[in-house]
Each structure stands twice: as C-alpha cells, then as structure tokens.
C-alpha cells in the first residue's frame, strides 16, 4: 500500500490509480504531494511516470498512466483515436424526464464570462457528443437528484459537466456550471457563504470517473473504482 496513491493496478508498463477528488492531476505548487503526476513519480522513485487521461481537480476517479515511453506513446495514441471508452457517474439537481440523452452540442470559450476557464455551449465551438442514462432517481432533504451515467464519445474540456447543465441538470457541487454564476469567483478569492455551501451540498462537485476499457497489445483491458464515501452517502441518501 502506498499512503500516496489507491493503486487499481501495476504492471511493467500501466500504473493506474484511483484519483481522489480535490487533487490537481499537474502541478500548481512546489509540494512533491500537491498533484497526481507528482505522487505517481514519488511511487515510481523518480522513474518515468506519463498521464494518459487527466480529471479536473474535483473529479474522482480511473486515472491511467504509462511507465515507459513506448507505452504512453501507444497510448496516447489510443486516446486520441477515441478508442478508449471512459464512463463516469453523475449525481445531477432535478429529475431527468429521459430514461437516456444524447448530446451533441459545440462547445467554446464563454467570452461572456469573468472566469478564464470557463466555456459555453456556442454554434461555432467544437464539436461535443455525450451519451447520458439515468441509472436512479431520488430524494435528498426534499429536493430531487438523479444519479446518471456518462460517456463522453469527444474529450472537450468540462464536456460532461457542461453538456449536463444544457440538459437542464447541472451537476451536483459544481460551481462553474452550477446553481450561481459567482459561485466560482467567490471559491477562488475564498469567499464562499453558508448559503453556497448549503446549495452545493458537497465540497467538490459529483462527478467520478468509474471505468476505462480499451484494447492494447492483444487484449482487453479494464479498470474501475468506486465513487469517494461524500458522493455514495448522498447518492444513497
């Protein structure tokens, strides 16, 4: 066991891991411990260590990285053919009137917005294909939730999250596309209120990589992880 990371599994080529909600998957600070491709390097002993897919910094989940060269390039390879399939698990506000939802909308900068980071569903964006069902409806403290399925069939930035909140059911917690513009704004100067806190309903928002599947050197490959506990307690209810 390595106190740094949840390792799914090891090889000679593959580190996968699961990433934990919270942590940036490149650096953003000096801390060795501060990001994921810094932990995996720590475990690695300094050894050459490559990320395959990259989750933002609230998003949990399958994190696939490759050990030498050779297979991160065969690998990147992969991904960028979209021969890797990736499904993820939301927790969304509101109860989907569709048992299942695809997505095809465009996706760029929200030039409207004050946050840099931010994108927008636009007619002249890129093209963004998400495939959603919904796997659970329920009820939380009187307000209604659905647990929905993704899978994203394009890799645009905040694609899910984005392609969720045009459906009408932003993603739990999520503070870009979520239930207040100012809400982002408000997170990164360290001014968020009881009330945001009480809206968002958890620290990071409810969105978790559960499975990648590929083939790659003559067999099938598959790796999953379980939500973190914050999103299975409110998920369960």
């Known amino acids: 066991m ?10 000679d080529d593959l580190l996968v ?6 942590l940036v998957c490149h650096p953003t600070k000096g801390d060795a411990r501060s990001s994921l491709i810094s932990r995996l390097r720590l475990h ?3 050894g050459f260590g490559a990320l395959v897919n990259r989750l933002d910094r609230e998003t949990s989940g399958v994190t696939l990285a490759a050990k030498s060269p050779g297979a991160a390039g065969e690998l990147g390879r992969l991904m960028a053919a979209r021969a890797i399939t990736k499904d993820y698990l939301a927790l ?3 109860q989907p009137a569709w048992d299942a939802l695809t997505v095809e909308a465009p996706l760029g900068r929200d ?7 931010k994108d927008r569903v636009r007619p002249d964006g890129a ?7 919904v796997q659970q409806r329920g009820m939380r403290g009187g307000r209604p939730f659905a647990l929905v399925a993704a899978r994203p069939l394009t890799g645009r930035k905040h694609q ?3 392609h969720l909140a045009h459906a009408g059911h932003p993603v739990v917690g999520d503070k ?4 207040d513009p100012g809400c982002y704004l408000r997170l990164v100067r360290g001014e968020l209120t009881a009330a945001d806190r009480a809206a968002l309903l958890l620290e990071n928002h409810a969105l978790h990589a559960a499975r990648l599947a590929f083939t790659w050197r003559g067999r099938d490959w598959e790796f999953r992880s379980e939500p973190e506990p914050e999103f299975r307690q409110l998920a369960a209810g």
């Not at 030039?111 to 980071?117: F, K, L, P």
Request: no cysteine.
């Open 160 to 162: 899910i999250r984005l």
């Open 127 to 133: 093209a963004a294909e998400t495939r959603f069902s």
């Open 2 to 11: 390595d106190p740094l990371l949840l390792v799914l599994h090891e090889d």
């Open 92 to 94: 969304v506000h509101g």
């Open 176 to 179: 870009l596309y979520g239930h």
């Open 44 to 46: 690695r002993g300094g």
């Open 17 to 22: 891991v699961h990433k934990p909600a919270g």
């Open 111 to 117: 030039e409207a917005s004050a946050v840099a980071v």
